[in-house]
């Protein structure tokens, strides 16, 4: 096979021991080895590569790609048992950057506001004419791309916990979000355009279009017109389904995201989702699944026959295959290039720190938080505090003497309250920003003010090294377990689930009960404006039953979170370790809806199989996670 590819592909092959064991990994808890890892050198190198491997699908078996980046995916979307194509080594550069207000406003020919993307029109030829935007490769590390970016004081606010590890297309295909996606949103709102290869191993422009601009894309009859065409009438035929089916959540990265594919001003959101009215203190703002109306039949764009006619155009209509492919883990596609819509960074930023001793008032105080529209709210309880406060010294590392004293010195307060009284249960980071100083404290002042009644401990920071102590808390936990629990090492399995935020002060004691059944050691962090919450344990994976604790905590853990009509996965995405459960999310029908989706755009599921839709033998099911689960001694793991 090597021999075959390096005919055509200018990039590297390789297949040595040292290569296929490290690309059996990603930052999951899953060990899945490849036949061989390619690094293109251009989209030329994908494009023949593409069309190659569909080509020989009978002469290969189980011949596939899995595109890569970065491997931070903790859900083992990065690994694939056929080829790896790892775009970090030379698809890596950013190609476009638009840093400045243009002089002049770009002409507005369909006139076009994009929904969720506060500066944006459509301009001429349908190329997004915003001030700022940046054009870049999926193998750019998002520690490079905001160097650039901070430059001009821009940012992608959709940056993760990991931005110092992770790559762009990882974020595209994953659809990630992190601590400012309360205010700002997720990744799927910050991509203007993309070029992405489909199975038929063509490189094609994907971006918003206008009720007639996705008419003559379906007339062209070729294989994108299709993948319009079948994706439009996939979506407008079962409109109630998926209406019904939406995870009334902030954040939603389980299966593929088809509510925002086709859009008007009457089904922008179809509905809020399927909570009933009498579900929770806010709910009475969400329709019941019987009231589901405004649902718009968009079925007159499409000639019976599958030919063109002329239609009423409507302003307000666009339909955007970005919404779907981004999130979907390289399963419909291998995108080359993304261009992403920058914001204004804030130039002054203060952190409100409040001590919670009783989940009881949680979800009111977050109702309270979010009417003063903060950065962030974030989250973690009193065992990561404790795990902070044990292996502190971690934090001082690449801090200069000063630095290192002023951390140490901020961290006083914690010990004296550990020696007297112990730790809150929980911790809520609440942080405001803006462009003067004065008023950003005069916001957490107000913030102060508005939950006195609440009788909580508060603290405004005073500087950035404090403020720097929590968030470095907040984010390294992860890392610390890692490093430090002798005999056992961290199991992401969990670990994105969400709820709505009113739900948390039930949900939480009743999903730490679940936990405690089991001898676990984990802590618990998370985006709590969000109601999103990552649950990192520590396991033993000597243990031969480690492999039915994962499954049968999976199912127990999901549904918790299904009773409460959230979603398993908020950000973190659905990979090798929880495709097997999307059933229990969805239900039959929606299942049947994705099968369709992977079909429509790769019918001989050439495209990191085994994600988001199962298979026999290449993933998606229980069995496969309990056998793949990485093997660091000779236990096996069965179901």
Request: hydrophobic share 35%; charged share 25%; with cysteine.
């Amino acid at each position: 096979m090597k021999d075959e590819i390096k005919k055509f592909f200018k990039g590297d092959a390789e297949d040595n021991e040292e290569t296929l064991v490290k690309y059996s990994h990603d930052a999951s808890l899953l060990e899945v080895r490849p036949k061989i890892v390619l690094f293109p050198r251009n989209s030329e190198d994908v494009k023949n590569l593409v069309k190659w491997v569909g080509e020989n699908t009978q002469k290969y078996s189980g011949l596939s790609i899995t595109a890569r980046c970065a491997g931070t995916c903790m859900a083992g979307g990065a690994i694939g048992e056929s080829i790896i194509l790892d775009f970090t080594r030379y698809m890596n550069h950013m190609l476009k950057f638009m840093d400045e207000v243009p002089k002049a406003p770009l002409k507005n020919s369909s006139r076009v506001t994009l929904p969720e993307v506060s500066v944006g029109t459509l301009a001429t030829q349908n190329s997004l004419g915003v001030p700022f935007c940046i054009t870049v490769q999926p193998g750019m590390f998002y520690r490079d791309f905001e160097k650039i970016t901070l430059e001009k004081n821009l940012i992608l606010p959709c940056f993760t916990a990991s931005k110092s590890l992770n790559a762009m297309g990882g974020m595209y295909g994953n659809n990630s979000a992190g601590e400012r996606t309360l205010k700002y949103g997720k990744t799927e709102d910050y991509i203007l355009s993309a070029k992405v290869i489909f199975a038929d191993g063509n490189e094609y422009v994907v971006k918003p279009l206008t009720q007639d601009e996705l008419t003559k894309k379906i007339a062209q009859n070729d294989f994108e017109g299709n993948i319009y065409k079948n994706i439009f009438t996939l979506i407008n035929n079962n409109k109630e389904e998926i209406a019904h089916a939406k995870p009334n959540v902030h954040k939603n990265s389980a299966g593929y995201y088809i509510w925002n594919v086709m859009q008007d001003s009457v089904v922008k959101n179809y509905t809020d989702g399927r909570f009933n009215q009498n579900d929770g203190g806010k709910s009475n703002n969400f329709l019941q699944p019987s009231e589901i109306r405004n649902l718009k039949d968009f079925s007159g764009l499409l000639h019976p026959s599958g030919g063109t006619f002329p239609v009423q155009n409507s302003s307000n209509f666009f339909f955007d295959l970005n919404k779907l492919l981004v999130g979907s883990q390289g399963t419909l596609g291998i995108v080359t290039e993304i261009t992403f819509k920058l914001i204004p960074q804030t130039k002054h930023s203060k952190l409100v720190v409040i001590f919670m001793n009783d989940m009881e008032p949680l979800g009111r105080l977050v109702d309270e938080i979010l009417t003063l529209n903060p950065e962030t709210l974030e989250a973690y309880d009193d065992k990561t505090m404790k795990l902070a406060v044990r292996f502190f010294p971690d934090f001082l590392k690449n801090k200069g003497f000063i630095e290192m004293f002023k951390f140490m010195w901020s961290f006083l307060p914690e010990l004296k309250m550990m020696l007297t009284g112990g730790f809150p249960k929980l911790i809520l980071l609440v942080e405001f920003a803006g462009d003067d100083e004065k008023s950003v404290h005069e916001k957490c002042r107000v913030l102060v003010e508005k939950i006195k009644n609440f009788k909580l401990k508060v603290h405004i920071t005073k500087n950035e090294t404090e403020s720097g102590k929590y968030w470095d808390i907040r984010r390294e936990s992860f890392a610390l377990l890692r490093k430090h629990v002798k005999g056992k090492r961290t199991a992401p399995f969990v670990d994105d689930i969400i709820v709505r935020p009113e739900f948390l002060p039930k949900f939480l004691p009743e999903l730490n009960k679940i936990l405690s059944r089991y001898d676990l050691t984990y802590t618990l962090a998370g985006h709590a404006g969000d109601g999103n919450f990552h649950i990192i344990p520590l396991m033993d994976f000597s243990r031969p039953d480690t492999g039915k604790i994962i499954l049968e905590l999976s199912d127990k853990v999901y549904d918790l979170v299904a009773q409460y009509h959230g979603s398993i996965t908020a950000e973190h995405n659905d990979g090798i370790i929880r495709t097997p459960y999307l059933g229990k999310m969805y239900g039959e029908k929606i299942m049947s809806i994705f099968k369709e989706i992977k079909n429509i755009f790769d019918s001989k599921n050439i495209f990191n199989p085994g994600k988001k839709v199962a298979t026999e033998k290449m993933g998606g099911t229980k069995e496969y996670i309990s056998t793949h689960i990485a093997i660091e001694h000779n236990a096996k793991h069965g179901v």
